[in-house]
């Protein structure tokens, strides 16, 4: 059961555009939502992480979105520049517990010129 | 360089032997994570400990898989009689569990099996 559905798959936004990708969760025990960062043959890298007392989290180009009535959330990458590109994960877990992460499936991100 | 090591980064082995993988978490981060990950996909959990206990492991982490972290630092992953279909990435994560309730993983640069 895949619990985290993210989209699209890829992305290709020009150099000083926004990138947006868009997160849907199901489990509404989830209560922490970060996102990461990861370059080919590396482990993936905390960007932003958002949880849901409030609606947005900016942290310099970064932004994520929440909106807990429709159980989504999205991040929003501004003046995206070609260091960005990169595979961005979404992903959930419990605060409490465990706290295993539960991750989408990725979205590659190109930034061109 | 203070954040979670890997070793080996890369390892091919032929179906049927045994593999094993380290991990050095952040020093004094009480948790340690695995994941693994295939090509397109997100990672997925497999089993954490808290300090030197084995708290959790997933469905994924059949009889041939088995981990430990003794002295609750480093951790080995172990993968007896390796099955092509356990080629993958493995990802060892670390995180400081107190009273906040942090969530923060930090993850190794992962060691990538390929099972020939």
Same mark, same amino acid.
């Given at each position: 059961?895949?619990?985290?559905?993210?989209s699209?798959?890829?992305?290709?936004?020009?150099?000083?555009?926004?990138?947006?990708i868009?997160?849907?969760?199901?489990?509404?025990? /989830?209560?922490?939502?970060?996102?990461?960062?990861?370059?080919?043959?590396?482990?993936p890298?905390?960007?932003?992480?958002?949880?849901?007392?409030? !609606?947005?989290k900016?942290?310099?180009?970064?932004?994520?979105s929440?909106?807990? !009535?429709?159980?989504?959330?999205?991040?929003?990458?501004?003046?995206?520049q070609? +260091?960005?590109?990169?595979?961005? /994960?979404?992903?959930?877990?419990? !605060?409490? +517990?465990?706290?295993?992460?539960?991750?989408?499936t990725?979205?590659?991100?190109?930034?061109?010129? | 360089?203070?954040?979670?090591?890997?070793?080996?980064?890369?390892?091919?082995?032929k179906?049927?032997?045994?593999?094993?993988?380290?991990?050095?978490p952040? *020093? $004094?981060?009480?948790?340690l994570?695995?994941?693994?990950?295939t090509?397109?996909?997100?990672?997925?959990?497999?089993?954490?400990?808290?300090?030197?206990?084995q708290? $959790?492991?997933?469905?994924?982490?059949?009889?041939?898989? *088995?981990? $430990?972290?003794?002295k609750?630092?480093?951790?080995? %992953?172990?993968?007896?009689?390796? $099955?092509?279909?356990?080629?993958?990435?493995? %990802?060892?994560?670390?995180? @400081?569990?107190?009273?906040g309730?942090?969530?923060?993983?930090?993850?190794?640069?992962?060691?990538? @099996?390929?099972v020939?």
């Amino acid at each position: 059961q895949q619990q985290v559905k993210q989209s699209p798959q890829s992305l290709i936004v020009q150099k000083g555009g926004i990138s947006i990708i868009n997160c849907a969760y199901e489990n509404t025990a /989830f209560d922490y939502f970060p996102w990461y960062q990861q370059f080919p043959g590396k482990g993936p890298a905390l960007l932003i992480a958002i949880r849901p007392d409030v !609606s947005e989290k900016k942290e310099g180009r970064f932004t994520i979105s929440f909106n807990k !009535s429709a159980k989504q959330f999205s991040l929003h990458i501004m003046d995206s520049q070609p +260091g960005d590109s990169a595979t961005y /994960f979404c992903a959930a877990s419990m !605060s409490f +517990g465990n706290e295993k992460l539960t991750f989408g499936t990725g979205t590659r991100l190109t930034i061109i010129p | 360089d203070t954040g979670v090591s890997q070793n080996p980064r890369h390892k091919i082995t032929k179906r049927g032997q045994n593999v094993t993988f380290r991990c050095d978490p952040i *020093s $004094e981060h009480n948790r340690l994570y695995w994941y693994r990950q295939t090509l397109g996909q997100g990672p997925e959990f497999l089993t954490y400990f808290q300090n030197e206990a084995q708290l $959790e492991k997933s469905r994924l982490l059949s009889d041939r898989f *088995s981990a $430990e972290r003794p002295k609750g630092s480093f951790s080995t %992953l172990e993968i007896q009689r390796t $099955e092509q279909g356990d080629s993958a990435m493995y %990802l060892c994560a670390s995180s @400081l569990i107190w009273t906040g309730g942090r969530n923060e993983q930090f993850f190794g640069p992962g060691t990538r @099996l390929t099972v020939l």
